[in-house]
Nanobody, 124 residues
Framework: QLQVVESGGGLVQPGGNLRLSCAAR????????IGWFRQAPGKEREIVSC????????HYAASVKGRFTLSAVNELNTVFLQMNNLKVEDTAVYYC?????????????????WGQGTQVTVSS
């Protein structure tokens, strides 16, 4: 069974850091496009960052550029999202998704496997 499992969420003060992990179970990340999405209460799900398996290109949403870093460790079959200088507006459920077309896309439809989500709360 193919699964994507996120971990690493939690409560942090503004300005703090968190690292989210996205582990693949039953398949190899290397051949998949990986996306990190988030959904805040009352808002639509939005792309945070993604990486393409075809050329390794990484995209960041404007709201997180310079603060978040996506990295893939093939030996661990895991993708990480390092989130620095967190803001209250980063509060959301964060989802990892994998797409077998390999693209880095902001579209939900490009992803085939979704994790259960991990809550990130930024509050003082």
């Amino acid at each position: 069974q193919l699964q994507v499992v996120e971990s690493g969420g939690g409560l942090v003060q503004p300005g703090g850091n968190l690292r989210l992990s996205c582990a693949a179970r039953g398949f190899t990340f290397y051949h998949f496009g990986i996306g990190w999405f988030r959904q805040a209460p009352g808002k639509e799900r939005e792309i945070v960052s993604c990486i393409s398996s075809t050329d390794g290109g990484i995209h960041y949403a404007a709201s997180v550029k310079g603060r978040f870093t996506l990295s893939a460790v093939n030996e661990l079959n895991t993708v990480f999202l390092q989130m620095n200088n967190l803001k209250v507006e980063d509060t959301a459920v964060y989802y990892c998704a994998a797409g077998n077309r390999g693209s880095c896309s902001s579209l939900d439809s490009e992803y085939d496997y979704w994790g259960q989500g991990t809550q990130v709360t930024v509050s003082s």
